[in-house]
Nanobody
Framework: QVQLVESGGGLVQAGGSLRLSCVAS????????IGWFRQAPGKEREGISC????????YSVDSVKGRFTISRDNAKNTAYLQMNNLKPEDTAVYYC?????????????????WGQGTQVTVSS
């Protein structure tokens, strides 16, 4: 059964850090690009970071650049999102996704498999 499971969310004060994990099962993450998305209450889901399967070059959108770092450990079939200097506006449900599209994209349509999400809440 193909599955992505996120963990590591929680409640943190502004300025704090969290590390999200995304464990894949039922398929090899090596051949997939990984994306992290988030959805805040009342807002649409947005792509925030991705890493390709081939070059491993990461990309992050401006709102999280310099604070969030995406990485992958193919040996563990796991992807990560290190989040530092968290702000209240980062509060959202965070999702990881895997897709076979070439390169790295933050568009939801480029991803085939999705996790169930993990809640991140940042208090001021």
């Amino acid at each position: 059964q193909v599955q992505l499971v996120e963990s590591g969310g929680g409640l943190v004060q502004a300025g704090g850090s969290l590390r999200l994990s995304c464990v894949a099962s039922g398929f090899m993450l090596d051949y997939y690009a990984i994306g992290w998305f988030r959805q805040a209450p009342g807002k649409e889901r947005e792509g925030i970071s991705c890493i390709s399967s081939s070059s491993n070059i990461p990309y992050s959108v401006d709102s999280v650049k310099g604070r969030f770092t995406i990485s992958r450990d193919n040996a563990k079939n796991t992807a990560y999102l290190q989040m530092n200097n968290l702000k209240p506006e980062d509060t959202a449900v965070y999702y990881c996704a895997a897709g076979t599209s070439y390169g790295c994209h933050v568009e939801a349509a480029d991803y085939d498999y999705w996790g169930q999400g993990t809640q991140v809440t940042v208090s001021s």
